[in-house]
């Protein structure tokens, strides 16, 4: 095999109240990158599609390409890629875009050199491509991007990730609102320090949502999806977050909050549609258009295409 096409799909990271260790996957949107191993030694990104022209070709500056090179210097391989990146989802839309191209990329190019690692060992290279998009190697969009499913970041160092059972008839709603928030300025507004009653508060929270998802308790799912920490700071770079969220609630979702540093937000429940039209007219009253994905989670992560 000299070439491969993979798709990655788009994941929603903190769940609400487990900030940076918590994320799953859904269907739709993602990113699809090809790749063609050549004989001569080298990384080149060939095209880039779907982006606009925002995005860099220099090899040192997209995640596709970073993980890939690291991936290559850990196997210490002479062969060259040439990598085509399609762009399928919105940049800066909290949807984790530059985690699904790294994804990916590793994901294809390990299958291309008949598989010398396991999948879960790809996860390190994927982590240094978040790294140099964001300024921090985490692992919330990522992980569930490669793995599938709902995943929890136990420990950084060392790296341990569990993937968690979750409901079959759960959906997500993910409504993206046509404004755009830098990874990087989102991270840089949060608070450095936090009270001691308020991180018991996203303890409890965190638990309780990890054991609604496994014991398929609705109600606890719903009652666990509370941030007291991160989406009081974030929502205030979306507006109108606050009514989106209360109608989505009243429409009948479990919980909603904040995909990842935003400005996308999703909701969790078992009446998808009607919690996806509200939502969207909230952001219409308010003259900013949007789009809308009702996806179940995504249990199975990268999809090879062709």
Known sequence: MKSIKVFAPATVANV???????????????????LKLR??????????????GLLPKEVEKNTVSVAIQEFINHLNIKQGVDIYLHKKM????????????????????????????E??????????????????AHADNVAPALLGGFVLIRSYNPLDVIKIDAPKDLYATIIHPHIEIATKDAR??????????????????????????IKEDYSLIGRSMEDVIIEPVRSMLIPGF???????????????????????????SRSANQVAEVMSKCFQSINISSDRFISKVNQQGPLIIS
């Open 16 to 34: 609400t109240c487990g900030f940076d260790i918590l994320g799953f996957a859904v269907h739709e949107p993602g990113d699809e990158v090809l």
């Open 39 to 52: 004989d001569s030694p080298g990384v080149n990104i060939k095209e880039i599609k779907g982006d606009g």
């Open 90 to 117: 919105p940049l800066g839309s909290g949807l984790g875009s530059s985690a699904a191209s790294a994804v990916a990329g590793v994901y294809g190019l390990n299958i291309l050199l008949d598989s010398p690692l």
């Open 119 to 136: 999948v879960s060992d790809l996860l390190t290279f994927a982590m240094q491509g978040e790294a140099m998009a964001c300024g921090e």
């Open 188 to 213: 840089s507004i949060l608070k450095k320090s936090l009270l001691l009653k308020d991180a018991v508060q996203q303890w409890g929270n965190v638990a309780g949502l990890i054991t609604g998802l």
């Open 242 to 268: 606050d009514q989106v969220k209360a109608a989505a609630l009243q429409a009948g979702a479990l919980g909603c909050g904040i995909s990842g540093s935003g400005p996308s937000i999703f909701s969790l």
